[in-house]
């Protein structure tokens, strides 16, 4: 008698789970009731939302110097796996070989091999190693569930800008090992920092969620680590208390994590999902953005595929309805030429997109040798 296939169980991250950095992150959140607001007083001008010359300066000290993401490791799964990719204004090809080692190619010249996304079928796969010579190889790296590369073919393969602890965070989280359940690309009208800002802050959540996933979130201060050139936001969720974690099931529920992997890739976390999102520039006031939803256990049954799917339109409406917008709105707003004497103000709850530019400005202040 033939036994009936169980389930897999379902898998959670738990407290231990995390890193000791995390676990102290978490630990260190007050209750809601005992959260203080710091005031803080930091101004940026229009100007670097704005400005061809700082974009170009951009481009050339920061997107063409630092590694950075290009996709998710679960886009490219299987041995013979490609992805054409040229939304950093490169046209690259991204290729999981036959021993498993992810390549990123500069897909150019008289050899270029695709100009969609596709998956290398099994009869084609000798011929992808024969053009893998042809084309120029960029450095790269796959790390902490990302594909990352340099997009410079005479760089030198440094990637120690993705430091080991935000690396570890994000093992610790189990990128790597997760499901791709859904991507979307969005074209946003907006300048790329502008678009990051949001993830910087909870401040925005009660007020632009209202209608959404506002709710779900405590206005109170988040735990702000700043790891390298990278910075960590821990926050607690409406229903977070300090005691009892270690006793949670599925410590995503109580807590979020919201990173900003300098300069553009978020994680967020979620209790049945993860968001990441990489934010790519295009324009002075324009970018794409490319979302991916993986989640920690496959869609494997009716319960969890509809799950899914309603999480994947919820934060595909909040994302693309609600941030997206707002960054357009605010790109408007500064055109127009109303912040060119005031410049954008922050405040306390909004403390690390000061940090981040404050890292942005040491790239940007860097003379060329040095950031050769």
Request: proline share 6%.
């Amino acid at each position: 008698m033939n036994s009936v296939p169980q389930p897999a169980a379902i898998r959670y991250h738990q407290l231990n789970n995390l890193t000791a950095s995390q676990i102290a992150a978490i630990r260190s959140i007050p209750g809601h009731d005992q959260a203080e607001v710091v005031p803080i007083q930091a101004t940026r001008p229009a100007s670097m939302f704005l400005d061809q010359d700082y974009y170009q300066r951009e481009q050339k000290k920061v997107f063409r110097r630092l590694p950075l993401a290009i996709t998710v490791s679960a886009m490219l799964i299987e041995p013979g796996s490609l992805l054409a990719h040229d939304d950093y204004g490169l046209p690259l090809l991204v290729v999981r070989g036959r021993d498993g080692k992810v390549r990123v190619l500069l897909n150019d010249g008289e050899h270029k091999l695709a100009t969609q996304a596709g998956v290398a079928r099994g009869e084609a796969f000798e011929a992808l190693e024969k053009v893998q010579h042809l084309l120029l190889e960029l450095p790269s790296k796959e790390a902490g569930g990302l594909i990352w590369a340099i997009l410079n073919p005479n760089a030198k393969p440094d990637f120690s800008h993705l430091n080991d602890e935000v690396l570890a965070d994000l093992d610790a989280l189990e990128l790597g090992q997760q499901y791709l359940y859904g991507h979307k690309t969005f074209e946003v009208a907006s300048n790329w920092k502008q678009i990051n800002e949001p993830f910087l802050e909870g401040y925005h959540v009660q007020r632009l969620h209202a209608n959404s996933v506002g709710p779900l979130f405590a206005d109170v201060p988040t735990v702000v680590t700043q790891m390298g050139d990278h910075i960590r936001q821990t926050s607690g969720k409406i229903e977070f208390a300090p005691g009892g974690l270690e006793n949670e099931r599925n410590i995503h529920k109580v807590i979020t994590h919201a990173y900003m992997v300098f300069p553009n890739t978020v994680v967020i976390t979620s209790p049945y999902y993860m968001s990441l999102m990489i934010i790519i520039p295009t324009a002075v006031g324009e970018s794409r953005v490319n979302y991916h939803m993986l989640t920690l256990n496959p869609a494997d049954n009716p319960k969890s595929q509809a799950l899914y799917q309603t999480s994947y339109e919820t934060v595909l409406g909040v994302f693309g309805n609600e941030d997206f917008k707002a960054a357009e709105w605010c790109q408007k707003g500064l055109q127009s030429g109303a912040l060119d004497d005031i410049g954008k103000v922050y405040s306390g709850l909004e403390c690390a997109i000061p940090m981040q530019y404050d890292t942005l400005d040491k790239y940007l202040a860097a003379n060329d040798s040095a950031s050769a």
